[in-house]
């Protein structure tokens, strides 16, 4: 998603894993934390030598230099979305960086 919005702060990707199928390879990053949010199925997910069950609404934070993978385990895909943003950068967020405006809305 980072080229498709022009993103300049964060890298946004979908994954679907199919039943018992699971990401060909452990990574890690050297900069970047990861945030993952289950939107559908179930599986495990492995953080170094921690494994634990994942589902539906599931959120995972991995931080950086640890090794990750995950795999499906229900009868349905496992969908889900994958945030990665540099670790310890966000400064401000919510309401502490947001402000109400007078905008006119056209909507």
Not at 4 to 14: D, L, R
Not at 22 to 31: D, G, M
Not at 68 to 86: F, G, P, V
């Amino acid at each position: 998603m980072k080229e498709a919005t022009g993103a300049t702060s964060c890298e946004i990707s979908f994954g679907s894993l199919p039943s018992g199928a699971a990401v060909p390879f452990f990574h890690s990053h050297k900069a970047n934390e990861e945030n993952y949010i289950i939107l559908s199925g179930a599986g495990k997910f492995q953080v170094d030598d921690n494994v634990f069950d994942v589902a539906e609404g599931s959120v995972i934070r991995v931080s950086t230099n640890c090794d990750r993978n995950l795999k499906c385990t229900s009868t349905e895909a496992m969908t889900y979305i994958c945030i990665q943003a540099k670790e310890d950068s966000l400064g401000d967020y919510t309401m502490t960086d947001a402000e109400i405006t007078e905008r006119k809305s056209l909507l």
